[in-house]
């Protein structure tokens, strides 16, 4: 239908022409996560100023959708903090896994991503950034310790 064909421009438009996708020469926050189901890999580099991410980017090599999915992250934590990062990320998994959420967080392009929950295997795909995102900071937490 007419929005799975929006939906499907999105992703491809993230794709072909990915925000932030590059190198972070002074981000504070380093982490590389891999899909173990396709062994597609990206990294995402973070700075982080008073508590706020005020800078972020992503490299690697991935399908078409962790690419996209990556792109729309990175825009969509630019400039929040720790907390709104990580709970963008779970509404992000409810969202693409089809359950009811009453949090009102807009995700805007994200939405396109929705149609990967009729394919499990690609939520693998879509998450691939945002568990890189989660997986950065507690390794921060655990080394701080
Ligand atoms: Fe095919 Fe991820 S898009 S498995
Ligand atoms: Fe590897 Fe999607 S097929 S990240």
């Given at each position: 239908n007419q929005l799975d064909t929006l939906y499907r421009q999105v992703?491809?438009?993230h794709y072909k022409k990915p925000r932030n996708k590059g190198v972070l020469e002074d981000?504070?926050?380093t982490v590389?996560?891999?899909n173990p189901t396709c062994g597609d890999r990206i990294r995402v580099m973070m700075k982080e100023e008073n508590g706020i991410i005020t800078d972020v980017k992503f490299d690697g090599e991935g399908c078409s959708?962790?690419?996209a999915s990556a792109s729309m992250m990175t825009?969509?934590?630019k400039g929040k903090d720790r907390e709104t990062a990580i709970k963008l990320a779970h509404r992000f998994y409810d969202m693409i896994q089809g359950n009811e959420t009453d949090e009102d967080l807009d995700l805007e392009d994200a939405?396109?991503?929705q149609g990967v929950s009729k394919f499990p295997a690609r939520i693998k795909c879509a998450t691939l950034a945002w568990k890189a995102l989660e997986k950065?900071?507690?390794d921060e937490l655990n080394h701080e310790e």
């Open positions: 992703i491809m438009d981000s504070s926050i590389n996560m891999n959708i962790s690419m825009q969509l934590i939405e396109a991503l950065g900071f507690k």
